[in-house]
């Protein structure tokens, strides 16, 4: 029994039971799952249309990458950092707080539910590889056999990134008496393969929207060397993108994520409005008392996500990226200070004495994902959330461009990112500039623990935070290196026999 408990969870729980395939999606996201009693058998002779209904099951767990769910892979990690913060238990030894400041343990939900769930995705992509990869130099398939290797690539660069060795499984291993870690380097070198062997394969525009193009490889690649700190290869890849992706800049900042499949965005997870198909990040940002102060009408009120205290204190008052939101008009992006009822009082505190948002919550509300009111059961937006745009890109370039020596080329691509969010251009430039500039660009976007990783900043910034909102109280896990990993789950170690734990946990 033990051994059939081991291969299934690491197969991700495995998608075919009984030769049944379980479920899949359609195109792009935009309609139910579609659900079948085909064996795998049958798929595999179907050809190209049971090629398709693999490939089309993985788009039921890429929504896992946005915020489809309340507790995500794009979040969970980032409220490791000093940009985001869970209101759900804010004290270091409380649920949100264990994930705000570094205090994770290994039978913590978050990890492993981000562990479980990415396996599913990897699980679904070797699916498709073990049955369909020999014919990835057929025309009819080698896009959709691209695709997954694409969708198995992604998930294993986020899984060593916050977990550093892992399993690596490709379909054909033994599991019956487990798997060992396979180190972050090697992990690292199979993803860059993988996407180097695919970026010529994939079309320059999607077949359905959501899915990846070549130019979605490119820039993947791009921030890959970023990380990896290869300067020269992430410039080529990022001017690359630039110049001949056809991507643009959109004029306004909040347009990014208020228009679906707008010129900036390289690659999208498109939601719809129905329930665990959409994002909910406005739902699960909004607190009771000022939705109704607010008068947002059909959006629940989960009281959790928000911005850092320490993380808004940073910006310039007059940065568009946090616009102060407007209750009359419904637009704008960040919900600070004291916020008054119809009445005239204070939503916190009393009139003698009113309470701003960031004390009373612990955080600052945004809406950098606009509000749409009147939702699916008041928590589905269709709001997109884009894992690879042109803003970015030009962060990149701008960044590698500055460690080759090329402080003005860097500046070029610094300043109209600059001069959307309203503020002036720089004319002189430090790698402290740059990475405030991507953290006040992207945040909320999944890029700041891989930015602050690469800054070698990750617990001097979360100290910060921790600083800020307990100043009389020493940050417990200062200059602990082991922190910079999140803890293998406990259960995946009960399961596999041969998986070890991350040192200080």
């Given at each position: 029994?033990k051994?059939?408990?081991?291969k299934?969870?690491?197969?991700?729980?495995?998608?075919?039971?009984?030769?049944n395939?379980l479920?899949?999606?359609?195109?792009?996201?935009?309609?139910?799952?579609?659900?079948?009693?085909?064996?795998q058998?049958?798929l595999?002779?179907q050809?190209?249309?049971?090629?398709?209904?693999?490939?089309?099951?993985?788009?039921?767990?890429?929504?896992?990458?946005s915020?489809?769910?309340?507790n995500?892979?794009?979040l969970a990690?980032?409220?490791?950092?000093?940009?985001?913060?869970?209101?759900?238990?804010?004290?270091?030894?409380?649920?949100?707080?264990?994930q705000?400041?570094?205090?994770?343990?290994?039978?913590h939900?978050?990890?492993?539910?981000?562990?479980r769930?990415?396996?599913?995705?990897?699980?679904?992509?070797?699916?498709?590889?073990i049955?369909?990869g020999s014919?990835e130099?057929?025309?009819?398939?080698?896009?959709?056999?691209?695709?997954?290797?694409f969708?198995?690539?992604?998930?294993y660069?986020?899984?060593q990134?916050?977990?550093?060795a892992v399993p690596?499984?490709t379909?054909?291993?033994n599991?019956?008496s487990g798997?060992?870690?396979?180190?972050?380097?090697t992990?690292r070198?199979?993803?860059?393969s993988?996407?180097?062997?695919?970026e010529n394969t994939?079309?320059?525009?999607p077949?359905?929207?959501?899915?990846?193009?070549?130019?979605?490889?490119?820039?993947?690649l791009a921030r890959?060397?970023?990380?990896?700190?290869?300067?020269?290869k992430?410039?080529?890849?990022?001017?690359?993108?630039?110049d001949n992706?056809?991507s643009?800049?959109q004029?306004?900042y909040?347009?990014?994520?208020?228009?679906?499949?707008?010129?900036?965005?390289?690659?999208?997870?498109?939601?719809?409005?129905?329930?665990?198909?959409?994002?909910?990040?406005?739902?699960?940002?909004?607190?009771s008392?000022?939705r109704?102060?607010?008068?947002?009408?059909?959006?629940?009120?989960?009281?959790?996500?928000?911005?850092?205290?320490?993380?808004y204190?940073?910006?310039?008052?007059?940065?568009?990226?946090?616009a102060?939101?407007?209750?009359?008009t419904?637009?704008g992006?960040?919900?600070?200070?004291?916020?008054?009822?119809?009445?005239?009082?204070p939503?916190?505190?009393?009139?003698?004495?009113?309470?701003?948002?960031?004390?009373?919550l612990?955080?600052?509300?945004?809406?950098?994902?606009?509000?749409?009111?009147?939702?699916?059961?008041?928590?589905?937006?269709?709001a997109d959330?884009?894992?690879?745009?042109?803003?970015?890109?030009?962060?990149?370039?701008?960044?590698?461009?500055?460690?080759?020596?090329?402080?003005?080329?860097?500046?070029?691509?610094?300043?109209?990112?600059?001069?959307?969010?309203?503020?002036?251009?720089?004319?002189v430039?430090?790698?402290?500039d740059?990475?405030?500039?991507?953290?006040?660009?992207?945040y909320?976007?999944?890029?700041?623990r891989?930015d602050?990783?690469?800054?070698?900043?990750?617990?001097?910034?979360?100290?910060?935070?921790?600083t800020?909102?307990?100043?009389?109280?020493?940050?417990p896990?200062?200059?602990?290196?082991?922190?910079?990993?999140?803890?293998i789950?406990?259960?995946a170690?009960s399961?596999?026999p041969?998986?070890?734990?991350?040192?200080g946990?």
């Amino acid at each position: 029994m033990k051994n059939k408990f081991i291969k299934t969870y690491w197969l991700g729980l495995i998608l075919f039971s009984g030769g049944n395939l379980l479920n899949s999606c359609s195109d792009s996201m935009l309609e139910e799952n579609v659900y079948t009693g085909t064996s795998q058998n049958n798929l595999i002779a179907q050809g190209e249309t049971g090629c398709k209904i693999l490939v089309d099951g993985i788009y039921k767990y890429v929504q896992y990458f946005s915020y489809s769910r309340g507790n995500n892979w794009q979040l969970a990690p980032e409220a490791g950092t000093d940009e985001f913060t869970l209101n759900w238990g804010f004290a270091i030894t409380e649920w949100g707080g264990m994930q705000n400041f570094l205090n994770l343990n290994s039978g913590h939900y978050q990890p492993m539910e981000m562990y479980r769930e990415t396996y599913k995705l990897i699980a679904q992509s070797n699916q498709v590889l073990i049955s369909f990869g020999s014919k990835e130099n057929d025309p009819a398939y080698s896009a959709m056999v691209a695709e997954a290797r694409f969708w198995r690539a992604y998930a294993y660069y986020k899984l060593q990134n916050v977990f550093g060795a892992v399993p690596l499984i490709t379909g054909g291993e033994n599991l019956s008496s487990g798997i060992e870690r396979t180190s972050a380097v090697t992990i690292r070198s199979f993803v860059e393969s993988e996407m180097k062997n695919i970026e010529n394969t994939l079309p320059s525009t999607p077949s359905n929207y959501g899915r990846p193009t070549k130019w979605a490889v490119k820039a993947f690649l791009a921030r890959f060397y970023l990380n990896n700190k290869d300067w020269t290869k992430a410039s080529q890849y990022a001017k690359d993108v630039i110049d001949n992706s056809g991507s643009s800049l959109q004029a306004r900042y909040q347009d990014v994520f208020k228009i679906d499949a707008n010129s900036e965005i390289i690659l999208a997870v498109n939601q719809i409005n129905q329930s665990d198909k959409g994002n909910k990040y406005v739902a699960l940002s909004l607190e009771s008392e000022l939705r109704n102060a607010l008068n947002i009408q059909g959006v629940s009120a989960s009281n959790g996500y928000g911005m850092s205290n320490y993380f808004y204190s940073t910006f310039a008052s007059d940065d568009q990226r946090i616009a102060p939101f407007d209750k009359n008009t419904k637009q704008g992006i960040a919900i600070a200070g004291v916020q008054y009822k119809a009445d005239g009082t204070p939503v916190y505190g009393t009139p003698a004495a009113p309470e701003t948002v960031q004390k009373h919550l612990n955080r600052v509300i945004t809406f950098k994902f606009p509000l749409q009111e009147n939702i699916a059961k008041g928590e589905d937006s269709d709001a997109d959330f884009p894992l690879m745009r042109l803003g970015e890109i030009y962060l990149t370039y701008a960044e590698a461009q500055f460690q080759m020596g090329n402080t003005a080329a860097a500046l070029q691509y610094i300043n109209p990112i600059r001069t959307r969010a309203g503020l002036l251009p720089l004319t002189v430039l430090t790698l402290d500039d740059i990475l405030n500039e991507r953290g006040w660009e992207t945040y909320h976007e999944g890029y700041r623990r891989e930015d602050l990783l690469r800054f070698g900043k990750l617990l001097e910034k979360v100290e910060l935070k921790y600083t800020y909102d307990f100043p009389a109280s020493p940050y417990p896990h200062s200059g602990n290196i082991n922190r910079e990993l999140f803890p293998i789950p406990a259960d995946a170690i009960s399961l596999n026999p041969k998986l070890t734990q991350n040192p200080g946990y």
